[in-house]
């Protein structure tokens, strides 16, 4: 998200953009050295200044990003010999913005110190607010967060001396960042709306008002406030209107930004139409960046998806595993819509393999989720310690026995209630074993002849003969084996109307003696026997997560299976396959 947002703000600062579009790039460069070459004064500084933006967009490659250093040393001596700052403070903050996006942070601290203080010495407050804020960046990015959250204090008051509400707008602005980081969203929301509230007032920031607005989305959107993102677009549009006023031109990523945060609303409540219409716009805009291309394959799938449109939801997640370098916590919110995807086809055998992707990703992503929980904690504390300047309290020690005496009590509770549950568990999967035993005794009995009941049927008596007249009796019969036969029990789709073709009866007599011998619906029965079959894999199968089980046996939503689980055996599958596993020791 940082990364994102510093790519983002500098193209947005310094108009990064390219010339004459209708020429190649290297006839731009050839058509600029000639201009440079025979002109002198206004028009010669303009033509530098074009130029070195070309190489901007291509300064990942190292050659490109020694010519473009070259060229900005050009410029820097051709705006000192006019006695133009304003060039000379542009030149300071492009080579602070192509390292930045190189990832080169060491050198973005290196360097901004002096721009600060040629910014300072010019009156070139907005140059300095907008550097300084990337100077938080840097520090952010290399896991500095206390030095960060020090500066961000430090620009907020000489900005509030100033009485400069756009640097202290840009202040809250780079502090919602650090809160971002922390996935504090109440503090987040905090500063960002305090952000926009002092850009309606201050001129020239336009761009980091938009910014801000579109990352209030997404905090909004991720506190699921939906309706409020809604409340809120009406004011982003007038936000980039007046960007696009101000700057005399079409903001394409500032449009882009918004049908990127209305589309993923409407994703989040369903309303997949909507989301389609967004989708649409945001195509069509002239952006093309791996993000926002990853961001709209994500959402084709999930409408094509809602839509049971599966080969092209399977096309559209495909695109985005294979031609995207995301991170794999991207990659796994993908495989995991392709899970979905593929086992609405009944795939199967894909539907494991992408599981058994996601558990090796998991894997990998253990170490850096524990260590950003530490970088968390020591962010939260230094931003708390600068930005809310709390007082220490006087009554620390006492206030801490208060704690300690009163954790103590809690985890006293904690451990007799723990006690009271286990003991409970145990006593129910000792039942469901006894029935289990029960069970096998009854289909021995059943194979021989010498009873009329249903082997292993869930919900019922494990040892009894079950209701139900002999004809009704065969039929639940008929069906239980269809169900556990060829994958019909795991399939998510399957429904009554395949059950009654396949069985060869009408669904008032399929209902009438399901509901005479299990007392349940065929869909219950169902449902039931599908716990079943789950219930018996978290002791078959332990290489498999409780979510791996779930989605094998038919159930799409983790949830769910959760909740039926626990309706069925009072018990939830966690602690079912932990007292399995104490057993089996």
């Not at 006839?27 to 070309?54: F, H, M, P, W």
């Not at 960042?177 to 201050?202: F, H, M, S, T």
């Not at 469901?432 to 059943?446: G, M, P």
Request: hydrophobic fraction near 40%.
């Amino acid at each position: 998200m940082i990364s994102r947002l510093i790519l983002s703000a500098a193209a947005l600062l310094w108009l990064v953009t390219s010339a004459a579009a209708d020429n190649s790039s290297r006839q731009q460069k050839d058509s600029l050295r000639q201009v440079i070459a025979r002109t002198e004064g206004k028009a010669k500084l303009k033509a530098c200044a074009n130029l070195y933006r070309l190489y901007m967009a291509e300064a990942a490659d190292d050659a490109k990003m020694d010519t473009l250093r070259m060229l900005l040393d050009q410029t820097e001596a051709e705006a000192i010999r006019q006695g133009d700052t304003g060039s000379q403070g542009m030149v300071y903050g492009n080579l602070i913005i192509a390292h930045i996006n190189r990832g080169e942070y060491d050198d973005v601290i290196r360097l901004i110190p002096d721009a600060l203080d040629f910014y300072a010495e010019h009156g070139q407050w907005k140059f300095y607010d907008q550097i300084q804020s990337l100077l938080i960046d840097a520090y952010n990015m290399k896991g500095d967060y206390d030095v960060a959250a020090s500066e961000a204090t430090k620009m907020y008051d000489r900005a509030r001396g100033q009485d400069n509400k756009g640097g202290m707008a840009t202040a809250l602005y780079t502090t919602a960042n650090i809160y971002n980081l922390q996935k504090r969203w109440p503090e987040q929301e905090k500063c960002l709306r305090e952000c926009i509230e002092l850009l309606w007032d201050a001129s020239g920031y336009d761009n980091i008002l938009t910014e801000a607005y579109a990352f209030l989305c997404i905090s909004l959107r991720t506190q699921q406030r939906y309706k409020e993102v809604l409340e809120l677009a009406p004011e982003y549009e007038k936000a980039i209107a007046r960007f696009e006023k101000a700057s005399g031109s079409i903001q394409h990523e500032a449009w882009g930004n918004f049908y990127a945060a209305l589309m993923n609303n409407y994703l989040e409540t369903g309303e997949y139409d909507k989301a389609a219409i967004y989708l649409a716009r945001l195509e069509k805009e002239p952006q093309d960046t791996e993000m926002s291309r990853y961001e709209r394959l994500r959402a084709k799938a999930r409408i094509h998806q809602a839509r049971r449109e599966y080969p092209e939801a399977l096309a559209a997640v495909d695109s985005a595993l294979t031609s995207l370098s995301r991170s794999e916590f991207d990659l796994n919110a993908a495989r995991q819509l392709k899970m979905e995807i593929l086992a609405r086809m009944g795939r199967g055998d894909e539907v494991m393999e992408q599981f058994h992707q996601i558990v090796a990703a998991n894997r990998e992503l253990q170490d850096v989720e524990v260590n950003a929980r530490f970088d968390e904690l020591r962010t939260q504390y230094e931003v708390d310690k600068h930005i809310a300047e709390k007082e220490r309290n006087r009554h620390y020690f006492l206030f801490t026995l208060g704690v300690c005496a009163l954790l103590a009590l809690l985890l006293g509770g904690v451990f007799y209630y723990n006690r009271i549950v286990t003991a409970k568990n145990r006593s129910l999967y000792d039942r469901i074993k006894e029935q289990d035993r029960l069970a096998d005794e009854l289909a021995l009995l059943a194979q021989s002849g010498s009873t009329t009941a249903i082997p292993g049927t869930p919900g019922t008596g494990m040892g009894e003969t079950l209701p139900g007249d002999p004809q009704q009796r065969e039929l639940v019969a008929r069906l239980r084996e269809y169900l556990l036969a060829g994958g019909n029990l795991t399939d998510g789709d399957i429904g009554r109307d395949e059950i009654t073709a396949a069985l060869n009866v009408n669904k008032n007599t399929l209902t009438e003696a399901v509901k005479a011998v299990t007392g349940q619906t065929p869909m219950e029965y169902l449902r039931a026997l599908k716990i079943d079959e789950a219930r018996r894999m978290l002791d078959t199968h332990p290489e498999l997560t409780i979510e791996g089980v779930a989605y094998t046996c038919g159930f799409n939503i983790p949830s769910t299976f959760y909740r039926l689980f626990r309706k069925q055996y009072g018990i939830s599958p966690t602690e079912y396959r932990k007292l399995a596993n104490d057993r089996n020791r």
